[in-house]
């Protein structure tokens, strides 16, 4: 590959730039897009080069490009395991777009608005039970809500035995993955022994989710069910195969990892940056009170703008491609930076500061504000998770007070590929 066409970029060695990344993503990101411009080259251990872009034109020409040069699914492909082989997530081309054709219609429209009463019941009920009077950390508790969300509303189950035996199983098997431990052997481990750890690791999940699944095909009300499950248990291929038991299994993993743990960061940031401007939290609250959401959904932008759950999303170039007027190789990888993108001072002035009127004032222009990527590989859930956060923030706001325990912000911390709130969003409620 001839690397010397490609933007310039760091001249530091890879292992430095890849310690950069790892501690400091985002003083790295800025240090590069303040030396280098709008687009420049990252080489990290054991990635092809990184072609970071961050201008709204450029950005677009890699959403909008053919979808068979600028492959995702391969950067995924640590997910295998977890996820399984027909996830959306690994897919690309023609297989990548017929499962998103399968699982998009429970995630739009009148699917969602049905969605409404059990989100509201399980915030309200998580809530009423969070302590009161003492500092608490919201993310732990966030991800147990949009835990069950996922588990009532997407795989359609009841308060019983058979709901308590799953959530029991998937809180034990994801602290496992995501211990430190679990994250080095997971990780670091030969490929083959982390797969076996992985299938092993989910073993009793899965057997729960497939009789689970079987039980759903055999239910009589599955035609009137609006979970996302029964959704794609009545949904047929274009050649009018039904979605098999494996593939609904896949999918159900993807949606469960790709929407829980992003909707409750995001929320922990949104309650982190209310907290220390009482003035939004105040009009906030009387607006949840009139029943409004305007200034909600400003807040949920403004949140996802200035503390984006995930810092970027890449593309693979399959073929050359000129991308923001550069001929690139086959094989780069072509990164859009969220994080960069949503701090141009020429989109957002004053970019740093958390001023949800902002979106009162302008809607942001078309790939500006690209918190869930874009293009054809754009979240799915995006309007699942908007809905969502517009809910328990109003159940949160309209039924306690919310305090900081200091005033100090806190810093963005990175987890995995996601950045989460150093000190967990810790408050206290009254
Ligand atoms: C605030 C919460 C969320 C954020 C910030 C977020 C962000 C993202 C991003 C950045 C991508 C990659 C897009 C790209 O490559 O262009 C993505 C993909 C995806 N998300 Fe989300 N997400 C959230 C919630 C959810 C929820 C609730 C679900 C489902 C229940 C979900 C399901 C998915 C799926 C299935 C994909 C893969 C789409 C594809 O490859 O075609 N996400 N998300």
Redesign the pocket.
Known sequence: MVLDVLPPGPRLPVAVQTAAWIFRPWDFMERCAARYGDTFTLRLAGERPWVMVSHPDVVKEV?TGPRELLH?GQANRILRPFVGANS??LLDGDA?MEQ?RL?MPP?RGSHLTSYTDTMTAVAQSAIAGWPRGEPIRLHPLMQSLTLEI?LRV?FGLNEGARLDHLRAELVRTLAASAGVAGQMLLVLGPRKVRAALIRKLFRNVDRLLYAEIDERRRCGDLEERSDVLSVLLRTRHEDGRPMSNVEIRDELM??LL???D??A??LAWMVERLVRHPDDQARLVEEIRAGDHQFRDAVIKET?RLR???SL??RRLKAPLEIGGVELPAGVNVVPS?YLTHRRPDLYPNPEQFRPQRFLEHNPGANTWI????????????A??EH??RIVLGTLFGSCTVAPISQRAEPMKRRGITHVPRRGATVTLH
Do not use: D, K, N, Q
């Open positions: 959403f995702a959306v997530l990548h998103r699982l995630f996922i997407v993807t949606l790709a929407g829980h992003t909707t960061t995001a996802l984006p759950v995930l999303v890449a969220i918190p869930f990527g874009g293009g054809v590989r754009r979240c799915l859930g995006a699942f998770a969502e956060m």
